[in-house]
Structures are given as C-alpha cells and as structure tokens.
C-alpha cells in the first residue's frame, strides 16, 4: 500500500503562486506515474497533469502554461507548481500514483483562489 500525503494548499488572491507537494511512502516511487488531479465543488474530478517515470508530461488545456508538474525521485515527492492562478482553480487538489496493478491517491489539499 502507497501512502501519498498532500501539503501546500491555502487561500490565495487571483495572479497568486502556489507550490503544492506530494509525499509517497515506499522505495518504488521512481517507477511510479504521478499525477495531480482537482475537484471543484459541483463538478468532477478531471486530470490537472500527470509525469511519468521518465519525467515526460502531460497537462490539462486549462492550466498550460500556468502550472508545471515535475518530480523529485530521491525525495518521494511530486510537486505542482501553480502561477498565475485564477479563482476557476480553486478546488481539492488530488495527488495520485500509478503502480503496474493499482492506483493510489492521496486525501486532497484545498487551494482556494479568492480576492
């Protein structure tokens, strides 16, 4: 079982920056496709970018340009960088890990864009 604890989400005003960080548990990490996913509040989950084991990514048509994804193998963590954020961000972001038979994700942090 992986653990994945998310941590760096707040409140802040539109044209912010936010930093959030993922922590995962275990010594496979480095095999692992992470991802961060959102949730806003009457909608649905949907994908916000995701890198591989090889560092290639992928992002979400309403974030590029304003968020990066990128991941720190001897650390266990995966990072979302958010610039420029807007308050259609604001949601419970979701970090996930893809091993080759199971999926995990973490309990959300909130980011929450607002003047």
């Known amino acids: 079982q992986v653990q994945l604890v998310e941590s760096g989400g707040g409140l802040v005003q539109p044209g912010g920056s936010l930093r959030l960080s993922c922590l995962a548990s275990?010594?496979?990490?480095?095999?692992?496709?992470m991802g961060w996913y959102r949730q806003a509040p009457g909608k649905e989950r949907e994908l916000v970018a995701s890198?591989?084991?090889?560092?290639?990514?992928n992002y979400a048509d309403s974030i590029k340009g304003r968020f990066t994804i990128s991941r720190e193998n001897a650390k266990n963590t995966v990072y979302l960088q958010m610039t420029t954020l807007k308050p259609e961000d604001t949601a419970v972001y979701y970090c996930?890990?893809?091993?080759?038979?199971?999926?995990?994700w973490g309990k959300g942090t909130l980011v929450a864009v607002s003047s």
């Open positions: 996930t890990a893809r091993d080759i038979s199971a999926d995990y």
């Open positions: 890198v591989t084991s090889g560092s290639s990514t």
């Open positions: 275990g010594n496979r990490f480095k095999f692992y496709l």
